[in-house]
Structures are given as C-alpha cells and as structure tokens.
C-alpha cells in the first residue's frame, strides 16, 4: 500500500473562522442581501421530481442484469440521490418553505430521503447545525476527519479507498467524535424509511432496493459529485479553509459550489446564492477556487500534502465558557492545595493501610472545609487512579459533593484555565463531555466514580448528584 508521507497533523489555528467577521461586514456594506434570505419556492418541487424520477427507475430496473442495475445506479442513480442528499442540505437550512414552518421542511427531508435507501434526514440537521456554528471545531464539528482516518489514508492507494468509501465515515463519525442522543423525529424518520423499503421490495422484489442502496454508496463514494466533499474545506492552499467551486456541475447540486458564499450566509437557499457574489463580487473573486471537482480528488489522490490531515482544526473556549457560565452562574471557587493530610478525613472508612479502596491516596469524605462550599462550582480533573474525567457540578451544600484526591493533591480548577483539561492515558477531553451534554435523568453525572458519602463506586459506575 505503500509508505505514508506528508502531513501527520491536522492544520491547527487559532482564531475564529473567517465567515463570521465577513457577514458582519457585507451586510453592514450591502443591506440588499438581507432580501435574498427567503424561501425557495422551487425546491419542493425539484424534490417531487427526483423521487418520482427514482421511483420509476426501480419499476425499470426490476428484470435488468445485475452488472446493468449497477451502471446505472452509478451513472443515473448515483446523480440522482447525490442531488437528493444536497436538496436535503438546503432544506436542512429551512430553504423549502422558510423558519416560520420548520415542521414542513423536517418532513419534506423525510420525503426527500426515501430513494437513498436509509435514514439520513434527521441525523443530518443535527449534526450539519455544529458544522456551521463550530466549523472546524475539535470534538464538534463531524465533518472533520478523525486522527485514526489521517494516520491510516496516508497513500495514494489508501486515499482512493477512503474516497471510495466515504458515505460510511460519514456515517460513522459522529457516533464516534460527538454523539448526541436520538431524537424523536430520528425514529419518525428510520420508521418511514423501513415501511418505504419494505412496502418496495413487496411490490417488485429485490432489485428496486438493491437499485436505491448502489445509487447511494456508488453516488456518495468516487463519484466526479463527491468532489466537493473534498472541494469544500480541504486545505489545498494553507491559511484558507473554504473554497467554492462555480462549474456546471452546480446546476444539479443547488448550488452547494458555492461554498464560501453559503457558510458566508447559511440562510440563503442554494438558488440565491450565486446573487450573493453577483452583488459583492470583491469579497470573492480574490479567493483561490476550484474549477473541477474531477481535478480535485485527482490531486486529492496523488499529492502527498493532501489527505484527511488536510483540515484546519480549533478550539472554541469561548462556547466552552458560555456552556459553563450558562450550567454554573454562580462564581468559580478554587479549592486549595493542602500541604497536609486535611483533619476532616473520616478514619472509619480508611482500610487496613489508611487508604480507600482503589485509591492511592486518603480521599476526604467528611465535611469540606470552611470558605470552600459556598458557590456553584465546577471541578475538572483526573480520577485518583488516572483512569477517567473527573465532572463534578453542583452546589455542594445541596448535593453532598465531596472533593477528590490524586497524587498531587485536591482537584480544583486553575482560574482562568477554561473547561478543557486533558488526562489519563486514554486522553478523555471534559470538553467533550460537556458539549455532549452527558446527564441522566435530568441530572448532571459524576463520572469521577464515587457517591455522596465519598464510597467508591468502581470505574463503570454513575452517580447522579442531582439537578443543575
């Protein structure tokens, strides 16, 4: 397969993405924009079409050979379902009937996603939101490539078969970098997507839906449309991380070419777009820009400083601090590191060394001491055996909550250090369990593994202190 050369990290950065400073400015400088933030009234029904188009494919395809079902699925099929992914895109961003009717658009995607086989509407809206407010975001933005995808698609060989087998990534990522909880309209839409497979394989048998399936991994794989999978915010030029393409190809697409302009203005349906440039054309037409999807997996492919590395990557503490401020309005409190053993250590519940079960360390179960359990606080840290995220929130006073010892003393939070602290060996981010918003039974959980008398309570075990 070859040795892997080029990059071996993603393109770190340190500032905020550049479209929302841009926004700001052009309609500040062209109010006229604002006017292109309505509804497409067309979309719906471009949508009606393509599945109507799908559907009388799988009445055709029903006595093809199979090596027949398969070029077409490819040559037409694929088009056709890629189209149908990115009028759900566009209908992700209420484009089909506008912010006021948000039910309509959630239920149109549904109906948009019946020909590619399996449920994908719902999933997609909720991810592709953090996209746009965290783009590039580490452990937000789903888009990005994990670290196990840059260090295995590294050659020429192993990059075709990522390409090859991107609607599978795509829809694995986020179950791995930010999972969120299943939602109602996510059942809805599995429900309507299985009654829909299978009242068509009742109807005309297998090859209908085997018909839908090929179109979809075949048109969502290596395909010259997914071009712009890669097109969009790969970094081919280093210091920009979004380009556009303004090819013919945007005539079946809804013109998500237009890329820079769409994350400039993500409420401007895919048909408005091209007027955005038209109107402010100084804002664009100085940009590096792709001028054919098929050039850029090529090069995608077989130049070395490309590959799923190739992204630009941030942090945002400032939405790490506003979820804190909003859980905990009350002040932080820093909880002193003791130079000795604290005298409020409850002695009956030491073992035979002193020392609590699985702790290298006494831990202190009585109760705190004065000063330090007046205010919501939010303690981060390693568990004292160096095995998990310590998440401790909550007023004390009422939860019972007990600080934690490690080896080098109390947990506590630096002032000013914001919410993200990496520790233990399997590199577990609190940031991440944070913005997964990690509660049970509408409780927050301490994942630190002890109850609120202070028993340990093993390293698969939750404990819920109690509301926030």
């Known amino acids: 397969m070859g040795n892997c050369e080029g990059r071996t990290d993603f393109e770190w950065v340190y500032t905020d993405q ?9 309609l500040a400088k062209y109010p006229a924009i604002k006017a292109l933030m309505r509804p497409d009234p067309r979309l719906k029904w471009t949508v009606l079409g393509l599945v109507l188009a799908q559907l009388l494919a799988c009445w055709l395809v ?6 027949w079902l398969l070029f077409w699925a490819y040559a037409f099929g694929g088009c056709v379902n890629h189209s149908l992914t990115l009028a759900i895109h566009d209908i992700s961003h209420n484009a089909a009937f506008g912010t006021g009717r948000a039910a309509h658009n959630r239920w149109l995607a549904v109906f948009a996603n019946l020909p590619v086989g399996v449920p994908y509407a719902a999933s997609f809206k909720k991810y592709h939101v953090d996209h746009h407010r965290y783009l590039g975001g580490d452990g937000l933005d789903v888009d990005v490539p994990t670290r196990f995808e840059g260090w295995l698609f590294c050659t020429p060989a192993r990059k075709l078969l990522w390409l090859a087998l991107q609607p599978f990534f795509y829809s694995l990522r986020p179950l791995c970098v930010h999972p969120k909880a299943v939602t109602r309209m996510e059942v809805m839409n599995a429900l309507v997507q299985l009654a829909a497979d299978a009242a068509l394989f009742a109807l005309w048998g297998l090859k209908p839906v085997a018909y839908l399936l090929a179109s979809s991994l075949l048109g969502l794989g290596l395909h010259p449309i997914s071009g712009h999978f890669v097109a969009e915010h790969y ?5 920009h991380e979004t380009y556009s393409y303004y090819g013919p190809l945007n005539w079946i697409t809804f013109n998500v070419g237009y890329h820079m302009e769409h994350h400039d203005f ?7 777009l091209p007027l955005v ?5 100084e804002y664009y037409d100085h940009l590096p820009q792709h001028h054919s999807w098929v050039k850029v997996l090529w090069d995608f492919v077989l130049e070395d400083s490309l590959g799923p590395y190739a992204r630009v990557k941030r942090t945002y503490k400032l939405a790490e601090e506003r979820l804190r401020r909003l859980c905990f309005p009350g002040p932080v409190v820093p909880l002193a590191r003791p130079q000795t ?3 409020w250590l409850d002695p009956a519940s030491l073992g035979p060394a002193g020392l609590l079960p699985g702790h290298p360390r006494p831990r202190p179960i009585g109760p705190p001491p004065q000063g330090t359990a007046a205010a919501p606080h939010l303690v981060l840290g390693r568990h004292s055996c160096g095995s998990r995220v310590g998440v401790h929130v909550a007023p004390r006073p009422l939860m019972g909550h007990r600080p934690c010892l490690q080896p080098g003393g ?11 602290e990496r520790a233990g060996a399997r590199g577990v981010d609190s940031k991440r369990l ?5 509660r049970h039974r509408g409780a927050w959980t301490d994942f630190n593994h002890h109850d609120a008398g202070g028993r340990h309570l093993g390293e698969n075990s939750e404990t819920t202190y109690g509301s926030v």
Do not use: Y
Not at 434 to 438: Q, T, V
């Open 266 to 272: 993500p409420s401007i349906p895919g048909c408005n």
């Open 434 to 438: 944070l913005a997964r918003g990690h």
């Open 341 to 343: 053993e604290p005298p």
């Open 235 to 239: 970094m081919f030029l280093r210091g």
């Open 18 to 26: 550049p479209h929302t400073q841009r926004r700001k400015e052009m």
């Open 62 to 67: 029903r006595g093809l050979e199979w090596r």
């Open 277 to 281: 440039r038209k109107i402010a054309p």
């Open 410 to 420: 109390l947990l506590q939070e630096r002032p000013g250090a914001g919410v993200r």
